[in-house]
C-alpha cells in the first residue's frame, strides 16, 4: 500500500523563487510527518518534523489532514538548497518509517 | 552527535556470495534499520529491530536476514547474492522517544 506518494521526482527553480515540494500520504491513525534531507555527498539527514512546528533553513510544512498533505515550502529557494527531500510517515503504532520516492530539487543560479 | 558507521562504503560481490552488511551506533538506541535506496523508488524499509535479537520484516525482506545481537550492532545479511540486490544500503538507528531517525553513510554494494 502505498502510504506516501511525492508526485514529482525532479523539481527545478531559480534562485529567489518560491518552492513547494509536494507529500501526500495515506493513514488512518494519527501519523508523524518528516522532511529528510540528502545533500551531495552526506547522509540522510532531518530536516523538519511536523510536531515541531519550527522553520529550518528557511523550509516550513503544515500537517493538513483533511487533504492528508505534508507539503515544505520555502519563499525564496538557494543554490544550496539543491538535494534530494524525503517526505517520511512515522506510525504511531510503532517505530517503522515508511519514505516517499523522493524529489530532486534544483535550484538554477 | 549521534553517530551510526556502516563499515563498508563500497563493495562488489558476485552472485552467490554471501554479504555481510555491518551497522554499529554509539547512542544506545533501542531501534535500528535496514534500508534500501533506489532511483525512483526511495527507501525501501528491508528490516528493523526494535531490541536485541528482535526483529520484524519490513517491505521487502526476501533474500535478506538480519542479526542483533548486541544493542549497538545491526547485521545484515544477503545468504545468497543476485543481481538484484545491487543498491545502497542505509542503515538508521532511532530511540522510541523521539523517533528521529539517525543514518549511516551507506554502503553501495555491486553484485556482478
Known amino acids: 500500500a502505498q502510504r506516501v506518494t511525492q508526485p514529482e521526482k525532479l523539481l527545478s527553480v531559480f534562485k529567489g523563487a518560491p518552492v513547494e515540494l509536494k507529500c501526500n500520504y495515506s493513514y488512518s491513525g494519527s501519523p508523524e510527518l518528516f522532511w529528510y534531507v540528502q545533500y551531495s555527498r552526506q547522509r540522510l539527514q532531518l530536516l523538519l518534523r511536523?510536531?515541531s512546528r519550527e522553520s529550518i533553513k528557511g523550509f516550513t510544512a503544515d500537517l493538513n489532514k483533511g487533504e492528508t498533505s505534508f507539503h515544505l515550502k520555502k519563499p525564496f529557494a538557494q543554490e544550496e538548497d539543491s538535494a534530494m527531500y524525503y517526505c517520511a510517515l512515522r506510525w504511531n503504532t510503532g517505530n517503522q518509517f515508511y519514505f516517499g520516492t523522493g524529489t530532486s530539487l534544483t535550484v538554477i543560479p | 552527535d549521534v553517530k551510526v558507521t556502516q563499515s563498508s562504503r563500497y563493495l562488489v560481490k558476485r552472485t552467490g556470495e554471501k554479504v555481510f552488511l555491518e551497522c554499529v551506533q554509539d547512542?544506545?538506541?533501542?531501534?535500528m534499520f535496514w534500508y534500501r535506496q533506489d532511483p525512483g523508488l526511495g527507501l525501501r524499509l528491508i528490516y528493523f529491530?526494535?531490541?536485541?535479537?528482535?526483529?520484524e520484516k519490513g517491505d521487502i525482506p526476501e533474500g535478506y536476514s538480519v542479526s542483533r545481537e548486541k544493542k549497538e550492532r545491526f547485521s545484515l545479511i544477503l545468504e545468497s547474492a543476485s543481481t538484484n540486490q545491487t543498491s545502497m544500503y542505509l542503515c538508521a538507528s532511532s530511540l522510541s522517544l523521539t523517533g528521529e531517525l539517525f543514518f549511516g553513510e551507506g554502503s553501495r554494494l555491486t553484485v556482478l
Open positions: 547512542m544506545d538506541h533501542e531501534n
Open positions: 511536523h510536531i
Open positions: 529491530s526494535y531490541d536485541v535479537k528482535m526483529k
